[in-house]
């Protein structure tokens, strides 16, 4: 006998954990829709070439490649026709280019897919997961003005997770790049510079500064200050913000066009009433993808910084250059939920939820299973969600039954109850029970179920 078991770096739930799972995805579908973003599923395979755009490096290593059983017995030397997607933005690409002329410009779309990447097998490092992506993309240009848009975006889908306070960071690669001009670091080192800042959280500020001054790099003593000391700038409230880009005086073209960029994002989310908490400017920031050309974003629960970025992203110039001559630029986030769930799951922010089911109608005997599915039906017609014991069974274990699955409240009809036309109501969370007649059944139950909802809103 084969025992039976999940291969390693997935994520699989009881039903009321994938309830409160699910309720994530249906609040950031929700916040998504309400900024106007239109829905895109792109299929879980796409032809390894277009999948594989830059052949060989890390990507490639933790791709995984489909093969039938067929092609299996005429393989060659090369790669299988097949591979999964490891992202969603590279499906985007392809998606656009493909339906470039079906489509209309700013194209605001979001994505909430699973994706697959071999990674090494350890805990919340995940194979299978879930990613949440929004993008607005632009044919031949795109104004800095959805730059803003998206940590607003950021700040309702968090607010409404009621996880926790956050911090959306910002910063700007064309600041970042204008600033290491003024400082002789050029072309091909601006990168490498560049991916060395951006660690600075995971291997604290002695760690990078020995790189930098070693081999590959090796820059003066004085350029690393002032390096190290740009990337410390942290505000703390819109005005401080404002300020601490004053505060970095005259520099180059490129550095004051990131500037004046960011001081329009910083104004236009003050105007979209996102709170000053929500947001600030952390100089360190770079992102690792090399695509990013404009304003990066990472968001960080304030409590919880080991946690990582929670939701990442940025401007970028070319979205589709593999697959056509227009140039798409655009500006987009992520939010990695599966890895986030895991994480909100071991800090204890998010709690098992109940049952989905909002009512088991019992039946104690049966001369009562004709009742009950009507019973059932009347309160479904109510829009509350029933479950129906179809045997009968002891009282105890019926109880007993809705207490592990997670329903509040059992509705029973004993001989007593069917003579003077009510049913009692069970709610099993405190503990108590209520008579009620059966025209009035369905507004008691719809009440108690509002108030338990609100009540969990207040929390």
Not at 41 to 66: A, C, H, I, N, W
Not at 119 to 127: C, D, M, S, V
Not at 358 to 382: C, I, P, T, W
Request: aromatic letters at 8%; one cysteine or more.
């Amino acid at each position: 006998m084969i025992k039976p078991r999940t291969p390693p770096g997935v994520m699989e739930l009881l039903p009321r954990d994938q309830i409160a799972f699910q309720r994530m995805l249906d609040t950031i579908r929700h916040t998504f829709e309400q900024f106007g973003f239109l829905p895109v599923e792109t299929p879980v395979m796409e032809l390894t070439d277009v999948l594989l755009t830059k052949s060989g490096g890390e990507t490639e290593r933790q791709v995984y490649f489909l093969q039938s059983t067929g092609a299996l017995e005429r393989a060659t030397d090369g790669l299988p026709e097949l591979a999964l997607r490891f992202d969603l933005t590279v499906p985007l690409a392809r998606y656009v280019a493909e339906h470039e002329h079906e489509l209309a410009f700013p194209f605001r779309r979001y994505q909430m897919q699973r994706v697959y990447r071999g990674e090494r097998a350890q805990r919340g490092r995940f194979r299978e997961f879930y990613q949440c992506d929004i993008d607005v993309i632009g044919k031949d240009a795109l104004s800095p003005r959805f730059d803003a848009e998206v940590p607003a975006v950021i700040a309702a889908v968090f607010e409404r997770l009621a996880i926790g306070e956050f911090t959306i960071q910002l910063n700007h690669r064309k600041l970042l790049r204008g600033y290491f001009e003024g400082l002789g670091i050029e072309g091909e080192a601006q990168m490498l510079v560049l991916r060395e800042l951006d660690k600075l959280d995971k291997r604290g500020a002695n760690a990078v500064r020995a790189t930098l001054a070693g081999d590959g790099f090796g820059l003066a003593p004085d350029v690393i200050d002032t390096l190290m000391a740009f990337s410390q700038v942290r505000s703390t409230g819109h005005a401080d913000a404002l300020a601490k880009l004053d505060a970095l005086g005259a520099g180059t073209a490129l550095l004051d066009e990131g500037r004046d960029e960011l001081r329009a994002i910083l104004n236009q989310l003050k105007a979209l009433g996102v709170a000053e908490s929500r947001y600030a400017l952390n100089l360190s920031i770079a992102r690792g993808l090399d695509y990013y050309t404009g304003v990066v974003y990472e968001t960080t629960l304030d409590a919880y910084p080991q946690i990582g970025s929670i939701c990442s992203g940025g401007r970028y110039e070319n979205l589709a250059g593999h697959y056509t001559k227009s140039k798409l630029p655009g500006v987009g986030i992520s939010i990695g939920l599966t890895r986030l769930f895991f994480q909100l799951k071991d800090a204890g922010l998010v709690a098992t939820a109940e049952s989905s089911v909002d009512v088991l109608v019992a039946l104690l005997d049966e001369a009562g299973l004709e009742h009950a599915l009507a019973q059932s039906q009347r309160l479904r017609s109510a829009g509350l969600n029933v479950e129906t014991q179809l045997e009968p069974r002891k009282l105890a274990k019926q109880l007993q039954y809705a207490d592990k699955a997670g329903i509040r409240f059992v509705v029973m009809r004993g001989e007593d109850e069917a003579a003077r036309n009510v049913v009692t109501v069970k709610d099993l969370r405190r503990g108590e029970q209520f008579e009620v007649t059966e025209a009035e059944l369905s507004a008691a139950l719809l009440v108690e179920r509002e108030q338990l909802r609100s009540a969990a809103g207040n929390a």
